[in-house]
Nanobody, 125 residues
């Protein structure tokens, strides 16, 4: 079965950095676009970033442009989210997700077929 396992979350001070990883198994990783989403308490799940199967197209939410970088290593079946200049409002559970539409970078959570369990990111002020 498909598994997506996030890691790398934690507690960091404002202005700090974290690197999230998402290791995929049970699917042909290069044939899936990948996305990162976040969900803060009491809020809807929000789009953060997405990358096509080849890594050739990338899309970010306006709130993270210039601070976060999504990348992938198809040889390792892993997608990453480098998070710099973190703000308290970035505090949330971060989820990775896989989209069968390999050539698209999509914002809608409903477009994604598989989800990880999430990793907590807490940014203190």
């Amino acid at each position: 079965q498909v598994q997506l396992v996030e890691s790398g979350g934690g507690l960091v001070q404002a202005g700090g950095s974290l690197r999230l990883s998402c290791a995929a198994s049970g699917l042909t990783f290069r044939l899936y676009a990948m996305g990162w989403f976040c969900q803060a308490p009491g809020k809807e799940r929000e789009f953060v970033a997405a990358i096509t199967g080849s890594g050739g197209s990338i899309y970010y939410a306006d709130s993270v442009k210039g601070r976060f970088t999504i990348s992938r290593d198809n040889a390792k079946n892993t997608v990453y989210l480098q998070m710099n200049s973190l703000k308290p409002e970035d505090t949330a559970v971060y989820y990775c997700a896989a989209d069968r539409w390999v050539g698209a970078v999509r914002e809608g959570a409903d477009d994604y077929n598989y989800w990880g369990q999430g990793t907590q990111v807490t940014v203190s002020s």
